[in-house]
């Protein structure tokens, strides 16, 4: 991969540098928080080499896989320091950010403050568990200094993570990181955490006494308190003396408040939250981790999964162990790398046997993306048979009880994170259900999964590609000529040749057979294929992107399977005339290096029942 022309590719396709917000990346996406999440081009994004499939939930989020790091760094250095006096950046300040729904901002929120804590606390507690099966093995002496000193190095992770989510909370808010940082690191202070102890009073309230190590919820809504205050004291506090004031009196207002009834509401919700996922397991069990193991693909598929890393925090600070995510984890990474390595041996199609091979070894080590964007999500059987083994390898982890002490992708090389001094069986339990949900994965795959290039093959054998298509008409009106329509693009046949209509009834049917590959944004443009590779793209009206899916109902989704008459499109004829526009509707083939297009002569006034193209491969 070319990083640095992926990356200027990729920058350009998400609306450049100044519709950028906030950036990260997690272990397989670049994720993008944009000002205007409709500059984002998806389909331009997703053409881009290097990217495996972008998805729009709240953040831009553009799949790359294994390379996401070298790719991340390209962006970065592309990006470089805006110029506040540039004249993009005063008119993207100038313009009100686009409002988000509420969910997507909380997921937005959540992924920001805990994605970055990942590698700090997946490397500590690998080296923990290192740690107890070198102790296990007899290498290091659990009893010696050199052991000890190791265990407090791999515990000072979830022991400040107090510390961690501060300073992760306060990036995200973008407020000063280091009087967030003081603000939280006052409720750990040795003196503090004794006085507390001895039932210490603030104004003459008692303090409840909270040992605020490895918390995660208290720190958060500490921080949100403070950016709160910075902003405001920032807001009414001449500048002179807000070097000092600021932080002074945030710090004076956050920390007494946070001691009062932030931490102790942070603590209590924390507490919570774990119960709750508890007596969950304890009521249904092995069924809650067998159905969370069935949906991980869907939930992984979105970004939704990251929604419980705080609850998998939370859980291994109070109790240091995981029994639902984790586990479930398990079976699905595992059912993904069987899946892939059944898609690999079974394909005809080379480039879809390198794609799998590489997605296969990468969700074998706890990296699923790859996989389920490159291989699952392609083929509804494969889907399928991932989601069952995941439900039958999650069954197994539910009912043996298997439980996790590291907050790290599982996989193959970090399988030590279901070692346990106390329960001996937990890693071989562990291993017994790799091997299940990769041998289920595996065979249901084999004899489920066709690839889409031998169904291709099949349907193009079956369709005869070779000889003349016809198209019947799209909607019902006048048809006129491309070269008539007063858009550039489409009367040069800049983009493709076809037909043009003049609707009299809003409705945009299938001319023929195919799938339905994107429906555009602004819902006025439906692209759609046919089975021996026929593209083509109907568009209703002229500049109506400009209408903002105003007046238009999509009856059909990306991916749907159509046949010819098919409804496509409901759309207001009257209202989009009354608005200004030309209601013209096109439809074209837009590989047109590949096929020749022919149209009907002397046809005036069409219905779904006339022919008005024939499609012709072309050299045959």
């Given at each position: 991969?070319?990083?640095?022309?992926?990356?200027?590719?990729?920058?350009?396709?998400?609306?450049?540098?100044?519709?950028?917000?906030?950036?990260?990346?997690?272990?397989?996406?670049?994720?993008?928080?944009?000002?205007?999440?409709?500059?984002?081009?998806?389909?331009?994004?997703?053409?881009?080499?290097?990217?495996?499939?972008?998805?729009?939930?709240?953040?831009?989020?553009?799949?790359?896989?294994?390379?996401?790091?070298?790719?991340?760094?390209?962006?970065?250095?592309?990006?470089?320091?805006?110029?506040?006096?540039?004249?993009?950046?005063?008119?993207?300040?100038?313009?009100?950010?686009?409002?988000?729904?509420?969910?997507?901002?909380?997921?937005?929120?959540?992924?920001?403050?805990?994605?970055?804590?990942?590698?700090?606390?997946?490397?500590?507690?690998?080296?923990?568990?290192?740690?107890?099966?070198?102790?296990?093995?007899?290498?290091?002496?659990?009893?010696?200094?050199?052991?000890?000193?190791?265990?407090?190095?791999?515990?000072?992770?979830?022991?400040?993570?107090?510390?961690?989510?501060?300073?992760?909370?306060?990036?995200?808010?973008?407020?000063?990181?280091?009087?967030?940082?003081?603000?939280?690191?006052?409720?750990?202070?040795?003196?503090?955490?004794?006085?507390?102890?001895?039932?210490?009073?603030?104004?003459?309230?008692?303090?409840?006494?909270?040992?605020?190590?490895?918390?995660?919820?208290?720190?958060?809504?500490?921080?949100?308190?403070?950016?709160?205050?910075?902003?405001?004291?920032?807001?009414?506090?001449?500048?002179?003396?807000?070097?000092?004031?600021?932080?002074?009196?945030?710090?004076?207002?956050?920390?007494?408040?946070?001691?009062?009834?932030?931490?102790?509401?942070?603590?209590?919700?924390?507490?919570?939250?774990?119960?709750?996922?508890?007596?969950?397991?304890?009521?249904?069990?092995?069924?809650?981790?067998?159905?969370?193991?069935?949906?991980?693909?869907?939930?992984?598929?979105?970004?939704?999964?990251?929604?419980?890393?705080?609850?998998?925090?939370?859980?291994?600070?109070?109790?240091?162990?995981?029994?639902?995510?984790?586990?479930?984890?398990?079976?699905?990474?595992?059912?993904?790398?069987?899946?892939?390595?059944?898609?690999?041996?079974?394909?005809?199609?080379?480039?879809?046997?390198?794609?799998?091979?590489?997605?296969?070894?990468?969700?074998?080590?706890?990296?699923?993306?790859?996989?389920?964007?490159?291989?699952?999500?392609?083929?509804?059987?494969?889907?399928?048979?991932?989601?069952?083994?995941?439900?039958?390898?999650?069954?197994?982890?539910?009912?043996?009880?298997?439980?996790?002490?590291?907050?790290v992708g599982p996989g193959l090389a970090s399988l030590s994170m279901f070692i346990s001094e106390e329960l001996p069986r937990n890693i071989i339990n562990a291993v017994i259900a790799?091997?299940?949900?990769?041998?289920?994965?595996?065979?249901?795959?084999?004899?489920?999964?066709?690839?889409?290039?031998?169904?291709?093959?099949?349907?193009?054998?079956?369709?005869?590609?070779?000889?003349?298509?016809?198209?019947?008409?799209?909607?019902?009106?006048?048809?006129?000529?491309?070269?008539?329509?007063?858009?550039?693009?489409?009367?040069?046949?800049?983009?493709?040749?076809?037909?043009?209509?003049?609707?009299?009834?809003?409705?945009?049917?299938?001319?023929?057979?195919?799938?339905?590959?994107?429906?555009?944004?602004?819902?006025?443009?439906?692209?759609?294929?046919?089975?021996?590779?026929?593209?083509?793209?109907?568009?209703?009206?002229?500049?109506?992107?400009?209408?903002?899916?105003?007046?238009?109902?999509?009856?059909?989704?990306?991916?749907?399977?159509?046949?010819?008459?098919?409804?496509?499109?409901?759309?207001?004829?009257?209202?989009?005339?009354?608005?200004?526009?030309?209601?013209?509707?096109?439809?074209?083939?837009?590989?047109k290096d590949k096929y020749a297009v022919e149209t009907a002569v002397d046809v005036k006034q069409v219905n779904q029942q006339d022919t008005l193209m024939f499609v012709t491969a072309?050299?045959?």
């Amino acid at each position: 991969m070319d990083y640095k022309q992926t990356a200027a590719e990729v920058l350009k396709h998400v609306g450049g540098k100044e519709n950028i917000a906030h950036f990260e990346h997690c272990s397989t996406r670049l994720r993008f928080s944009l000002v205007d999440n409709s500059k984002a081009d998806v389909k331009r994004l997703e053409s881009i080499p290097g990217v495996i499939a972008v998805k729009m939930t709240g953040q831009c989020q553009v799949v790359i896989g294994n390379e996401v790091v070298e790719v991340y760094d390209a962006v970065n250095h592309l990006l470089g320091s805006p110029n506040p006096d540039s004249e993009s950046a005063a008119a993207s300040a100038a313009k009100p950010k686009e409002k988000k729904k509420v969910g997507s901002v909380i997921l937005d929120f959540i992924v920001g403050v805990f994605q970055p804590l990942i590698p700090a606390i997946a490397g500590a507690g690998m080296l923990k568990s290192l740690l107890l099966l070198l102790g296990l093995m007899n290498v290091l002496d659990p009893d010696g200094h050199t052991y000890k000193i190791l265990v407090q190095i791999g515990d000072a992770a979830l022991y400040f993570l107090p510390l961690l989510v501060a300073v992760t909370t306060a990036n995200k808010l973008k407020v000063n990181t280091l009087v967030a940082l003081a603000a939280v690191g006052a409720l750990l202070l040795p003196n503090m955490t004794a006085m507390l102890g001895e039932g210490a009073q603030l104004f003459g309230l008692q303090i409840k006494s909270i040992a605020y190590a490895y918390q995660v919820f208290p720190a958060i809504l500490t921080v949100l308190l403070y950016a709160q205050m910075e902003k405001w004291f920032t807001r009414i506090t001449p500048k002179v003396i807000r070097i000092f004031f600021v932080p002074m009196m945030s710090l004076l207002i956050t920390v007494p408040v946070s001691l009062l009834i932030l931490g102790p509401l942070g603590y209590t919700l924390g507490e919570g939250f774990s119960s709750i996922i508890l007596t969950l397991f304890d009521k249904v069990g092995w069924i809650a981790v067998a159905l969370l193991a069935a949906v991980l693909p869907l939930m992984v598929s979105v970004g939704m999964h990251k929604a419980l890393v705080p609850y998998v925090l939370t859980a291994l600070g109070n109790t240091g162990k995981e029994l639902l995510y984790l586990p479930a984890s398990l079976a699905h990474n595992i059912a993904e790398s069987g899946a892939c390595f059944a898609v690999a041996v079974r394909t005809k199609d080379k480039a879809l046997r390198a794609t799998a091979l590489s997605a296969g070894i990468s969700a074998l080590f706890g990296i699923t993306e790859p996989a389920l964007y490159g291989v699952t999500l392609q083929n509804k059987k494969v889907l399928g048979s991932v989601m069952i083994s995941s439900l039958i390898g999650g069954a197994f982890t539910g009912i043996v009880g298997l439980q996790a002490f590291v907050l790290v992708g599982p996989g193959l090389a970090s399988l030590s994170m279901f070692i346990s001094e106390e329960l001996p069986r937990n890693i071989i339990n562990a291993v017994i259900a790799l091997v299940i949900s990769f041998a289920v994965a595996f065979v249901l795959t084999f004899i489920l999964g066709k690839d889409n290039k031998a169904k291709m093959e099949e349907h193009q054998s079956a369709d005869q590609p070779n000889t003349v298509r016809e198209f019947k008409s799209p909607v019902i009106g006048e048809m006129i000529p491309l070269s008539e329509v007063n858009d550039e693009v489409f009367s040069t046949k800049a983009m493709g040749d076809g037909i043009a209509v003049i609707p009299a009834k809003g409705e945009l049917y299938a001319p023929v057979d195919g799938k339905v590959e994107m429906v555009y944004g602004r819902n006025h443009a439906i692209a759609m294929s046919t089975a021996n590779g026929i593209e083509m793209l109907f568009h209703v009206g002229i500049d109506t992107v400009r209408l903002r899916g105003k007046y238009f109902e999509p009856q059909v989704k990306a991916g749907d399977e159509v046949k010819a008459g098919d409804l496509l499109l409901k759309f207001d004829l009257e209202k989009i005339i009354g608005e200004g526009y030309d209601p013209v509707t096109i439809a074209i083939v837009t590989n047109k290096d590949k096929y020749a297009v022919e149209t009907a002569v002397d046809v005036k006034q069409v219905n779904q029942q006339d022919t008005l193209m024939f499609v012709t491969a072309i050299g045959n």
